[in-house]
């Protein structure tokens, strides 16, 4: 390496120290000058053309030219002037050595994810690029050799070294359809191209999701194509392993066409070519694997090239209509004419069912006004069979186009492994609810394209497609699904049908799927890659491109599409209106906030039926939209809801049940409508038990938003904007042994922490305040999802009484057998309380809170005022209450969360082994958080936010806490399934692998400044 460092110095002037890269035939040396300039030093491999290389430098000279702002290098002269020195090596053979500028940036295949948006940035540069080398002109870019697409039918001829009959058919067809468009391809003016953007020669800068395209190298493999071949080549890399390889593609195609505009034909070539371009890239593997056969890399290098070739979801007909979609032409040729043909015959069609329907109400089945399927992910024959009830006292009646629902519920609508998977949701036709036998009419002449019976459960029934054309012939297809199946008895494939002929009749809940009598009609104006399944419904993240292909049937209806669409609620939308009637200071979740419509144990449902994981709300301990406590909520508001002046059992079994699980001192329970007012009062019994005013509370809490709990929780009071802390208040440290000052090396940081107490009492006493209690949440929540040490609490308390205080534990986050191991947290320190205050889980998301003290306590408080909450105790909120409780014990909810934290908290400490970013793991049951760090130790905020925002992107809504917000929460309803827990722990690993080795910018201290500081 030396010699060539000389050879540097010595012909370019520059001095640096040299890093040998990986290069297949060259040596490839980076460059670091003293002076922090980067270069690339290129030796080329002894006997390289020089013509080739002179190619290359021109080709960079001509971009550098043409359009300077392309992230491409720049070849650097030699001190004589020349670009290309020939030099020999330490072994005395002539090498060709050039230089160029170093460019920023890793390796497109070592940085994730492959988002949409990097991707379409990327099709931008390729498009930008070609651009650029339109008029570049060079003898070497025409030669014979194997990358070269035009010329792929080589393999034809090397076909047997692919032994695998299957594989190799494939290959075959793959062959077969590009020599069909082979005289198309060579139809297109040719020009200079890069011809080898492989995920490899592509450079992509930037952290936790902030990425650009920074470098497009190595172009050693350049040659006059059509430009389309670029785009081919690029997509062939672009879609392998990619969790939506269709979406991939169009994104890098909408980018190159918004450089580089392409036109229908070329957008038509785009996926013959690149699936011939993998199946260039199979056939020289096999040959490869040939000459060197101990090579295991060979043959696991084909492996994404095979999956991708092999996927059989990937329908080829439709990758071109959603390119020529991405492109904003015409999903199929005619679409335009067919859409205009169809509208223009509006109002003149034969009645499907042979009655005027400008009168049929709308039903509706959205996702934000139906309930149907109680549980959306099991949708029962029985339910279905009861659809047609929407709509009551109605024969006939509409279900809309465009509509989400969740009554598609199976997994063959997900396209993924989890629950909470991407999902088909968005209906493409319009339903026709009437009774069984009705006749349809067929609004227009065609003939069958295909007839079948889907017999399952759930599925079409009886269904038939027909073919239609235009005037002009361009075709396009009727869809008629729950049909008697008779149907097939009586056509074929191939048969005409009259236009107004009574063609088929809707069938039973028998005959049909399940459903309730109803006819679902679809439009589509393409047959291409529909078949077999025919999709009636697609994923909302895919919408736009699916209503170009299967528009609003209204028009075949006599109707104006208004009538049939339907138009979910706008987030953005509500969005601006609540910045306009809220406080902006009411925040939401997430940089793309998540607007809820529905909700099911543990999983939640935007306005297009999206589902998510709710890994966050613990308010909803027993899960969301409860069946027995719709059902208790109903029938007691059926009844009677009164308060507590008044005798009723519910308030008096409610607080049995309660009781029946704390330990004896606690007897008396006071009932209230909130967190915020449960510590409220307990302040109000602190005081009147001891007649002091004081307070101890650890730093960083939380006890709710009135005035008087703001007062104890510095999470508020020392916030920005925040009041401060009040004269009658002391804070003492968290007992957090990771970060705190007592670690988990020193056995004694219990009593350490414990001891924290001391002073602060006494500064309480030395301002007449006096001590009237200490309160902590049990385990801080704000504070960072905190277990402190055992033994800590029992001594904080012994301290608190010894001053004539009252112990308050608020237990909100932690009790109700959250903890798995434990019914309330302070069981866990073998510590009892004088008081215990409960709030949101134990409503469910009805308004209770509840306060639980001693006997003593409760007569002391007694001596004072009535005490009296409108509502708290309310005949609804005891049935309700104590329906939690008694949930929570039937369904064995407290046990579920001991398994669950324990297979979620086992992952998350093999996830910390193996992140340095993770610095601690820490919690119980299903209270558990994860401490985010910078290189440093520092606390991580800005990978807790990414995270936090990705695993949202994946579908898992999680949260965040801790002083520096760097702790993601994970306090899921305590109904969560195995099958979530991996779906957590999986996608948390695959989200910190993007986040690689990520460390903040330096902060300047304005004395010693940092390159790039922007100080100075």
Known sequence: MQHWMNALNRHWGIAAELRQLAGEYDLNFLAEAANGARYLLKVMRAGCDPALVQMQIGALDHIGAAAPGLPVAKPVAALDGSKLVEIADAEGLARLVWVQEALPGACYADVTPHSEDLILRLGRVLGASDRALDGFAHPALTRDFKWDLTAARWIEGELDVIHDDTRRALINGIADDFARVEDQLNALPRQAIHNDANDYNILVEGELGRTAISGLIDFGDMCAAPKVCELAIAGAYVVLDHPRPERALAALVRGYHAANRLSVDEVELIWPLLRMRLAVSVVNSALMALQVPDDPYVTISQGPAWRFLENTAVKGGLVSARLRAACGFPVTEGADRIRDHIDAHRGSYPALIGEDLAQAPMGSLSVETSTYPRDPFHMPVEDAARLGAVVPDAPIWFGSYNEPRLIYAGPAFRSGPWRASDRRTVHLGVDIFAPAGTLLYAPLSGRVEAVENRSDPLDYGGVVILHHETPQGDAFYTLYGHLDPEICDRLKPGDPVAQGSAFCRLGTPEQNGGWAPHAHFQLALTADGMAPDWPGVADPDDITF???????????????????????????????????????????????????????????????????????????????????????????????????????????????????????????????????????????????????????????????????????????????????????????????????????????????????????????????????????????????????????????????????????????????????????????????????????????????????????????????????????????????????????????????????????????????????????????????????????????????????????????????????????????????????????????????????????????????????????
Request: proline share 7%.
């Open 546 to 1016: 699916w209503q170009a292909i299967c528009p609003n049937p209204a028009a075949l209806l006599n109707l104006p599409d208004e009538k049939t669409a339907h138009f979910p609620t706008s987030k953005e939308a509500v969005w601006q209106d609540r910045q306009a009637h809220f406080a902006p200071n009411l925040r939401l979740s997430y940089d793309d906030p998540v607007m809820v419509v529905r909700g099911w144990r543990h999983h939640l449902f935007d306005e297009w039926g999206r589902p998510y994981l709710d890994a966050y709300n613990n308010v909803p301990h027993v899960g969301h939209a409860h069946p027995r406590l719709q059902a208790v909520a109903a029938e007691q508001l059926g009844r009677v809801n009164t308060n507590t002046r008044y005798l009723h059992p519910a308030q008096t079994a409610f607080a049995d049940k309660l009781l029946s699980k704390l330990p004896d001192p606690l007897q008396v329970c006071f009932f209230v409508n909130s967190g915020s007012e449960a510590n409220e009062l307990a302040l109000r019994l602190a005081r009147a038990y001891s007649g002091a005013t004081g307070i101890v509370t650890p730093d960083h809490g939380y006890h709710g938003n009135t005035t008087g709990a703001i007062d104890i929780s510095a999470y508020k009071f020392n916030a920005p904007g925040g009041i401060g802390p009040s004269d009658w208040v002391e804070l003492i440290e968290v007992a957090d042994d990771f970060r705190g000052r007592f670690r988990r090396d020193d056995p004694y940081r219990a009593r350490k922490f414990a001891d924290l107490v001391d002073p602060a009492i006494a500064a309480l006493q030395a301002k007449g305040h006096g001590l009237a209690g200490f309160i902590a949440e049990t385990f801080p929540s704000v504070g960072g999802q905190i277990i402190p040490p055992v033994g800590y609490l029992p001594a904080v308390y012994d301290k608190v009484r010894a001053a004539g205080g009252v112990c308050i534990a608020d237990e909100v986050q932690t009790g109700l057998g959250r903890l798995g191991e434990y019914y309330f947290g302070f069981e866990q320190q073998g510590a009892v309380p004088d008081i215990v205050v409960l709030g949101k889980p134990i409503g469910n998301g009805h308004p209770i809170g509840v306060v639980i003290t001693t006997r003593t306590i409760a007569d002391s408080f007694a001596q004072g005022p009535e005490f009296f909450s409108t509502f708290g105790g309310s005949t609804l909120s005891c049935r309700i209450g104590k329906e939690v409780l008694d949930i929570v014990d039937e369904e064995g909810l407290q046990d579920n969360a001991q398994r669950m934290g324990a297979r979620l908290i086992d992952g998350l400490r093999q996830i910390e082994g193996d992140f340095v970013c993770v610095g601690d793991v820490r919690g119980m049951g299903l209270f558990l958080g994860v401490e985010l760090v910078n290189p440093n130790g520092s606390e991580a905020t800005e990978i807790c936010a990414y995270l936090k925002n990705r695993m949202r992107d994946h579908r898992i809504l999680i949260g965040s806490e801790g002083p520096k917000d760097n702790i993601l929460k994970i306090r899921p309803p305590l109904t969560i399934e195995a099958e979530d827990i991996d779906m957590i722990l999986i996608t948390l690993r695959d989200i910190l692998e993007e986040v690689g080795d990520y460390a903040p910018p330096a902060t300047c201290d304005h004395t010693h400044h940092h390159s790039g500081c922007g100080c100075c």
